[in-house]
């Protein structure tokens, strides 16, 4: 695990724009997931079926164009998870997901409701709302403080936000917050998010875990 720089952030603020080029709509809603077993690495098809899908069912595709589906991509940190307008909405999904292993990721909606999380051994151990609050991140979970950390980014951009806002000042472009926690999930797992994860043929299935 790396801190995070101000060199990530520009990156995803990048990588964004780009996808905002590609297809606007996946700038909106995103799930990005890394899924790392403790002992043995998992596949892609344990990964699938955790999520409870069929990985016999699995046919190539990308994230732009699969609506529902989500793609799985075997890698040597784990199994990495992408999707567009999904979330964990399945209460048991920890509990399968992350037996024996730990997973780590960012998801938000259009609506604003996002979520920076860590599971491990069947539970949410720590999971982090308002990303972008000049309060800072608010943690919540079984171990609040587990990424506290790790959170050294997000309580610098909430610090910017307080100091813009006694200050009365309008920022000229929108604050990093999301490309902030994303950057914040690959100093955790050390996958980096880029381009041709999106528009590269992956494997892809229906997974009820996420909707």
Same mark, same amino acid.
């Given at each position: 695990m790396s801190p995070v720089t101000p060199d990530m952030i520009?990156?995803?603020? /990048?990588?964004? /724009? +780009?996808?905002?080029?590609? +297809? !606007?709509y996946i700038n909106e809603a995103m799930f990005w997931m890394v899924v790392r077993g403790h002992a043995e690495p998992l596949t892609v098809a344990d990964v699938a079926r955790r999520l409870g899908a069929d990985p016999?069912?699995?046919? !190539?595709?990308?994230?732009?164009?699969?609506?529902?589906?989500?793609?799985?991509?075997q890698s040597d940190r784990g199994v990495i998870v992408?999707? /567009?307008?999904?979330? !964990?909405? +399945?209460?048991?999904?920890?509990?399968?997901?992350?037996e024996?292993?730990?997973?780590?990721?960012?998801?938000?909606?259009?609506?604003?409701?996002?979520?920076l999380f860590y599971a491990a051994d069947?539970?949410?151990?720590?999971s982090v709302g308002q990303v972008s609050s000049p309060y800072g991140p608010e943690c919540f979970g079984q171990d609040p403080t587990a990424l506290d950390a790790h959170?050294?980014?997000?309580?610098?951009?909430?610090?910017?936000?307080?100091?813009d806002d006694e200050a009365g000042v309008k920022p000229a472009t !929108?604050?990093? +917050?999301?490309?902030?926690?994303?950057a914040t999930v690959e100093a955790l797992t050390g996958v980096r998010l880029d381009l041709d994860r999106f528009t590269r043929k992956q494997q892809s299935v229906y997974a009820p875990g996420l909707s």
């Open positions: 520009n990156y995803y603020v /990048q990588l964004r /724009q +780009d996808l905002g080029r590609v +297809d !606007p016999h069912a699995a046919s !190539p595709g990308t994230v732009l164009e699969l609506g529902e589906h989500v793609v799985l991509e992408l999707a /567009q307008n999904a979330y !964990p909405s +399945d209460p048991d999904i920890w509990a399968r997901l992350t024996n292993a730990q997973a780590w990721g960012f998801w938000w909606l259009v609506n604003n409701a996002h979520e069947g539970v949410l151990v720590t959170l050294g980014a997000l309580r610098a951009l909430g610090e910017r936000m307080k100091a !929108p604050y990093p +917050d999301w490309e902030t926690a994303l």
